[in-house]
């Protein structure tokens, strides 16, 4: 079965990040096989991303069928995907107008950019920006300046300006930062990259009320949260509260690159030349798209979420038990097992170098381990995911 390992030559691919000795050429649901015919059980689906897993047979469908009909008429025009798609995120979200992108971070410049022309319109040209500590919000350079990642201010300084750092979970700390020029606050609901910490039901509801009462917008970044991941279609929802601007990435492509900007009609006053982008509301993704939010609220689904996010909590509960971890923590299934020590990283190389079949896991922290499978995972892959974590776990100790 295993044939000599193939050397690569990927000289010409430019270095961004440290990659392992292997080409990934296949995928079905919860597994990927690599360019020697190892499998890989995936519990990092390209970062939350293939919320349906390697291979989703209604995805392949939608894009062979749209790839035929029509790819791109150019964003000048309407087409029929991108409208279906935005009557789908408005018909099941508090929002009304939706514009579509092609990452996350570009979402996310684009909620900084309509949140400052709000501003600009209303409130006497604010501008500020609060966000929090850890947070994570793209590689640009506004969406940098937006993230709390320690670092990122000098890395390419200098920054964008008009951002501000809070305490997640912290009321005071955004009340101190504010002033007469803040137009939004804007968190995760689940700071994923942060280290899976979800946001408190009694933080998020007060928050909401203070920008209220304070003419400041909320604005949700639900690029990894978002699209059934924490087991409701949308994070917000398991607050009771409406955010006023709310970004999707990741999860709303299934693993093909879309990413979308949702606001309400009263906050939604981009006008011609503000907003645009060539690839925006192309029907080769918005069709895919449908096809996943489609998938997402067929009955019964997001109560599996909860059922399978449940099953992974109580397995990674009994690891830490046994191995006197610091326990586990996230919402749906986009979960952290807390090590108490930094041995993430080398588990993570562990788990991808095991014999014979390999484990894909992240470690966004040294001492935290991330899990973020597809969302219609096995529940007997959830057990052989927490068997080998049990194996790891036992030769590092
Ligand atoms: C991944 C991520 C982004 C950036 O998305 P890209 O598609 O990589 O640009 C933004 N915000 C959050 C919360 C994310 O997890």
Same mark, same amino acid.
Not at 339 to 342: A, E, H, M, S, W
């Given at each position: 079965m295993h044939k000599p390992a193939q050397t690569i030559d990927a000289h010409s691919v430019m270095f961004i990040t440290q990659r392992p000795e292997l080409v990934m050429v296949e995928g079905k649901g919860s597994w990927l096989t690599d360019n020697n015919g190892k499998r890989y059980l995936d519990f990092l689906q390209g970062w939350a991303v293939n919320c349906l897993g390697h291979g989703n047979p209604g995805m392949i469908e939608a894009l062979n069928t749209q790839a035929k009909k029509l790819? /791109?008429?150019?964003?000048?025009f309407y087409n029929e995907p991108m409208i279906g798609l935005s009557n789908l995120l408005t018909a099941n979200s508090c929002f009304n107008k939706v514009f579509f992108a092609n990452s996350g971070a570009e979402a996310n410049e684009g909620a900084i950019k309509l949140a400052r022309k709000w501003g600009q319109l209303n409130k006497s040209g604010a501008f500020e920006i609060i966000t929090f500590d850890h947070s994570f919000h793209g590689r640009t350079l506004a969406t940098m300046s937006a993230s709390g990642k320690p670092g990122w201010d000098t890395m390419f300084a200098p920054q964008v300006p008009g951002f501000f750092k809070a305490d997640l979970n912290d009321l005071d700390s955004v009340k101190k930062l504010v002033t007469k020029n803040t137009v939004a606050v804007m968190l995760e609901p689940v700071q994923g990259e942060g280290g899976v910490i979800p946001v408190t039901a009694e933080f998020m509801q007060s928050l909401r009320k203070f920008t209220k009462e304070n003419n400041i917008l909320l604005i949700v970044d639900e690029v990894q949260a978002g699209c059934g991941r924490t087991g409701t279609l949308f994070a917000y929802q398991h607050y009771g509260i409406e955010p006023d601007i709310m970004t999707l990435g990741k999860g709303i492509g299934g693993g093909v690159p879309l990413a979308a900007l949702l606001a309400t009609d009263a906050i939604a006053c981009f006008v011609p030349g503000d907003q645009g982008g060539t690839y925006n509301g192309n029907p080769l993704m918005t069709a895919v798209g449908i096809s996943v939010i489609e998938q997402l609220l067929a009955p019964g689904f997001l109560d599996s979420v909860k059922k399978k996010g449940e099953l992974l909590s109580s397995e990674l509960l009994s690891l830490s038990e046994e191995f006197h971890l610091g326990g586990e923590r996230g919402q749906g299934l986009l979960r952290a097992l807390i %090590?108490?020590?930094?041995i993430g990283g080398k588990l993570v190389d562990l788990a991808r170098d095991r014999a014979p079949e390999g484990l894909l896991i992240n470690s966004p922290r040294p001492n935290l381990l991330r899990f973020m499978p597809a %969302? /219609?995972?096995a529940d007997d892959e959830i057990r052989q995911m927490c068997n080998i974590l049990r194996e790891l776990l036992k030769q590092v100790a």
């Open positions: 790819i /791109n008429p150019s964003p000048a %090590l108490g020590k930094d %969302l /219609n995972v």
